[in-house]
């Protein structure tokens, strides 16, 4: 009996350990320990595969990082993420365009499991993210000298002739308007028009951006060709011209401030773009 009664302790403590013991977490732990990313959690793992999906869309990225949130844990094993929070700096678009920073948060979305061993995110169904856009002074300029851009405003044509754009300068102003002075050609000129307007930023549907408010300077013809060139802008500023394959963007609010221009809204999101080759 004394044997007996000696015997039965380890085993009721072994047993106090197994009832400790989290078959979820096990799992978890089995299943993201496969995957390249060794001694990291399974939210960890799929923040990592976050980021790099993220960072495939773009050309170049200065910084990218996602925080993916999954309470418990093992909630990812059938697809489902509380939200997660992405924050990028000095992205690089494959158009030549230049983001200074984005911010995403993004709530109860669900992704395809199996993606993740590939790399891959896919969603489930779509979702929508709260955003938060910065521009600077120079990547407003960088961009508007870009081939991507200078095709779009050499589309313009002026009393039949085409025009060449040069030297296009983006200035935020302290009063909140944005100033746009640039040289244009008209057709077989030898010497280019100066060009040198300002404008105030408006919302049309949450999609356009339009150039408001607007003063010319110069002689006759260079007013007359400033506004040509806002009317052909303003028509140009469409956000679904610009969105990344399968997502939306809408604003609710912009503002210049510190020689930045910042945008604040939603990105609906039906899929992930594909990464591009580099």
Known sequence: MLILRNATQPCEQLRGKLTKVNPSKEMTAVVFGSLPFPGQS?????????????????????????????EPVAK???????????????????????????????????????AIFRGQIELKQPTQATMRVVLTQEDLTTSFNTPFIVEKLQRLQFQGQPLYFQNTQ??????????????????NDSEPQEIDLTAHLQLEDRRRIQFVDVSYQGDENAIAIS???????????????????????????????????????????????????R
């Not at 790099?52 to 050309?59: G, L, N, P, S, Y």
Request: proline residues 1%.
């Open 227 to 277: 506004q040509a060139l806002v009317a052909h802008v303003n028509d140009l500023l469409d956000l679904d011209k610009f969105a990344l394959d399968g997502t939306k963007l809408r604003i609710d609010r912009a503002r210049i401030q510190n020689q930045q221009l910042v945008f604040y809204g939603i990105a609906n999101i039906d899929r992930f773009p594909q990464p591009k080759q």
């Open 42 to 70: 399974g939210d960890r793992v799929v923040s990592k595969v976050v980021s790099t999906a993220i960072a495939a869309m773009f050309k170049r990225t200065d910084k990218i990082e996602a925080n993916v949130r999954a």
């Open 170 to 187: 983006m200035i935020l102003n302290q009063d909140k308007s944005l100033r746009i002075k640039t040289q244009i050609r008209v057709g």
């Open 76 to 114: 990812l094993l059938q697809g489902s993420i509380d939200g997660f929070d992405f924050i990028g700096n000095g992205m690089l678009m494959y158009n030549g365009l230049r983001i200074e920073a984005m911010e995403l948060y993004v709530q109860a979305v669900g992704i395809d499991f199996g």
